[in-house]
T-cell receptor, first 119, second 116 residues
């Protein structure tokens, strides 16, 4: 079974600085998808960035980029020029490419990292 | 509506009471997921629908939990004889596709259930 681990329960960053959130995962599959989701307080979770495992190039979305190390099963999120609006819970998630025996495409989430942005 | 809508946003139930949580996915979305998020934890998978078919209910914690999506759109998660350990936020998420390239997973704001 796949697992996702986020070892940093909480991180702080000064406004305009850069912060990196860590995520490791375990899987025996060779192809899969990885995601970072952001959950602001009392608001719905939204997709920040995604990475296809078969792509060697790291995904980027404006100030957000990932460092995907497939062999190490590591998928960290870098937030550059941090803004107050970046404060939220960040969840790393995994999804298989191949459907399970029941036809399910489960998304498996880590326990999250709470990011505080200091003015 | 433009997004995934869940109701009620907050529900307080006495232990032993039955509750029903509703999810209105984005129109046309094939996949629908229910997740349970305990305080300070990540979402835990409960069940998955592809249109009206419930393809996976392996995450439902007990037979007190039941979910349906009879017409392939609105879904209801029902919890019978609620227990204190059922207190959590219940998240619904939908996606346009069922397979292949995973389109974005859209989440609702969740239903926060507190069992006294």
């Amino acid at each position: 079974a796949q697992t996702v681990t986020q070892s940093q329960p909480e991180m702080s960053v000064q406004e305009a600085e850069t912060v990196t959130l860590s995520c490791t995962y375990d899987t025996s599959e060779s192809d899969y998808y990885l995601f970072w989701y952001k959950q602001p307080p009392s608001r719905q979770m939204i997709l920040v960035i995604r990475q296809e495992a078969y792509k060697q190039q790291n995904a980027t979305e404006n100030r957000f980029s990932v460092n995907f190390q497939k062999a190490a099963k590591s998928f960290s999120l870098k937030i550059s020029d941090s803004q107050l609006g970046d404060a939220a819970m960040y969840f790393c998630a995994y999804r298989s490419i191949m459907e399970g025996t029941s036809g399910t495409y489960k998304y498996i989430f880590g326990t999250g990292t709470r990011l505080k942005v200091l003015a | 509506g433009a997004g995934v809508s869940q109701s009620p946003r907050y529900k307080v139930a006495k232990r032993g009471q039955d509750v029903a949580l509703r999810c209105d996915p984005i129109s046309g979305h094939v996949s629908l997921f229910w997740y349970q998020q305990a305080l300070g934890q990540g979402p835990e998978f409960l069940t998955y629908f592809q249109n009206e078919a419930q393809l996976d209910k392996s995450g439902l914690p007990s037979d007190r939990f039941f979910a349906e999506r009879p017409e392939g759109s609105v879904s209801t998660l029902k919890i019978q004889r609620t227990q204190q350990e059922d207190s959590a936020v219940y998240l619904c998420a939908s996606s346009l596709t069922a397979s292949g390239d995973p389109g974005e997973l859209f989440f609702g704001e969740g239903s926060r259930l507190t069992v006294l």
